[in-house]
């Protein structure tokens, strides 16, 4: 079982829906989760951050945290074409100051 | 202000040369790690500097992989005697706050 697994997609929405992108992890302990957009040839860039339970919004993005489930997702809401990437779920896991990722989920945007 | 930065952007190396990839932090960051992307996945750790020192390097695939940040701040990973394996996007993160901001990445093609 990898660390965080995550759908690879493509996920396909029609622009202005909402996109969901589902992310589990093994380790217990983590404490730190984050959501990392990356468009082809580009690196990582943070979209959002989440440490505790419950939902989180930024704009046009929620990330929600279900620890007892080990289970992190984001909804990017009014999608648009410019936001279709690969979206990489990245955890800190227990004691660790690197971050492990996903293997990412592709998105697609449809026009 | 300026982010981190990488360089060579791109490298084609023959299998067996060495190569050497530089990353800027940003300024006054001092947590510095550094992934290797293979195409499709997600970043993987390779290692992490605190200051100048190295407190984790559990993710060097091989005693080829070498790094370094001899003043803490720039830094430099160098692989010996290249493999074909080796061919991937090597980025380099500092961090702030929790937050792992990437340069743009070294990509590196091993014929």
């Known amino acids: 079982q990898k660390e965080v697994e995550q759908n690879s997609g493509p996920l396909s929405v029609p622009e202005g829906a909402i996109a969901s992108l589902n992310c589990t992890y093994s380790d217990r302990g983590s404490q730190s989760f984050f959501w990392y957009r990356q468009y082809s040839g580009k690196s990582p860039e943070l979209i959002m951050s989440i440490y505790s339970n419950g939902d989180k919004e930024d704009g046009r993005f929620t990330a929600q945290l279900n620890k007892a489930s080990q289970y992190v997702s984001l909804l990017i809401r009014d999608s648009q074409p410019s936001d279709s990437a690969t979206y990489l779920c990245?955890?800190?896991?227990?004691?660790?100051?690197?971050?492990?990722f996903g293997s990412g989920t592709r998105l697609q945007v449809q026009p | 202000g300026a982010g981190v930065s990488q360089s060579p952007r791109y490298k084609v190396a023959k299998r067996g040369q060495d190569v050497a990839l530089r990353c800027d932090p940003i300024?006054?960051?001092?947590?510095l790690f550094w992934y290797q992307q293979a195409l499709g996945q997600g970043p993987e750790f390779l290692t992490y500097?605190?200051?100048?020192?190295?407190?984790?390097k559990s993710g060097l695939p091989s005693d080829r992989f070498f790094a370094e940040r001899p003043e803490g701040s720039v830094s430099t990973l160098k692989i010996q005697r290249t493999q074909q394996e080796d061919s991937a996007v090597y980025l380099c993160?500092?961090?702030?706050?929790?937050?792992?901001?990437f340069g743009p990445g070294t990509r590196l093609l091993v014929l």
């Open positions: 500097f605190q200051n100048e020192a190295q407190l984790d």
């Open positions: 990245a955890v800190k896991g227990t004691g660790r100051r690197a971050l492990t």
């Open positions: 993160a500092s961090e702030d706050q929790e937050t792992q901001y």
């Open positions: 300024s006054g960051h001092v947590s």
